[in-house]
């Protein structure tokens, strides 16, 4: 069935360092993708999603592109600060409503 | 604006008790969803409903867990009797009608059975 697969983490960075999450998706069909991100102590948010291949979605310093020859949506951000340290989540939709997520990637950013 | 609502935000209680988790999604959203999260299987959908009418329940782990939608703005997750097993965080869960919707999420209950 339809599902993302992320890099395994922990992934800890010094703030102002490159930061890259790699996900990767199997599909049927050209599903529509998304990054939540879960900040300690509190529930997913959508931080960005792309709908369509080559599509790039931004949000906060973070973006991710929709590679449809690759079959991937790598989230990258080009500064990290302390307070992106949480956990990253890959998703795509398996129908119209159910959502399917990878395992999580948590970041820690040191000062 | 109000988002998801979920109480309590954590629950401590013995095994063999009933436990009632609760949910009051955003005003309009017409789909409601529970979610558990734990290390080991991260996050799994329980049940999802729309319209107060449960959908897809194929993610509820045992007929120990119920799930009940009464009314658009309050949705209940039971487990009776509970097991230690059942220990994880549970998140509800809305989003409005349509394709590919973001959901919201809320802070979820962060349950222990001891």
């Known amino acids: 069935g339809d599902s993302v697969t992320q890099m395994e983490g922990p992934v800890t960075l010094s703030e102002e360092a490159f930061l890259t999450i790699n996900c990767t998706y199997t599909a049927t069909g050209y599903p529509s993708l998304f990054w939540y991100v879960q900040y300690p102590g509190e529930g997913l ?15 906060k310093g973070f973006e991710a ?8 949506f790598h989230l990258e951000k080009g500064s990290v600060q302390v307070s992106d ?12 409503y159910k959502l399917s997520f990878g395992a999580g990637t948590t970041v820690t950013v040191r000062a | 604006d109000a988002g998801v609502i979920q109480s309590p935000r954590h629950e401590v209680t013995e095994m063999g008790q009933e436990v009632t988790l609760r949910c009051k999604p955003i005003s309009g959203h017409d789909y409601l969803f529970w979610y558990r ?11 999802y409903f ?12 045992e007929d120990r867990f119920s799930a009940k939608m009464p009314n658009a703005s ?9 097991e230690p097993r059942d220990s994880a965080v549970y ?3 809305s989003s409005f009608s349509g394709r ?7 802070d979820g209950t962060r349950l222990s059975i001891l």
């Open chain 2, 37 to 47: 999260q734990t290390m080991m299987r991260g996050l799994e959908l329980l049940i």
């Open chain 2, 74 to 82: 309050f949705s209940t997750l039971k487990i009776q009797p509970s």
């Open chain 2, 100 to 106: 590919y919707q973001p959901q919201h999420f809320g």
């Open chain 1, 85 to 96: 340290s949480a956990v990253y989540f890959c998703a795509l939709y398996i129908n119209d």
């Open chain 2, 91 to 93: 998140f509800c869960a």
């Open chain 2, 50 to 61: 729309n319209n107060n009418v449960p959908i897809d329940d194929s993610g509820m782990p």
């Open chain 1, 45 to 59: 948010q959508l931080l960005l999603k792309a709908t369509k291949a080559d599509d790039k979605g931004s949000n």
């Open chain 1, 65 to 72: 592109t929709y590679r449809k020859e690759t079959t991937s």
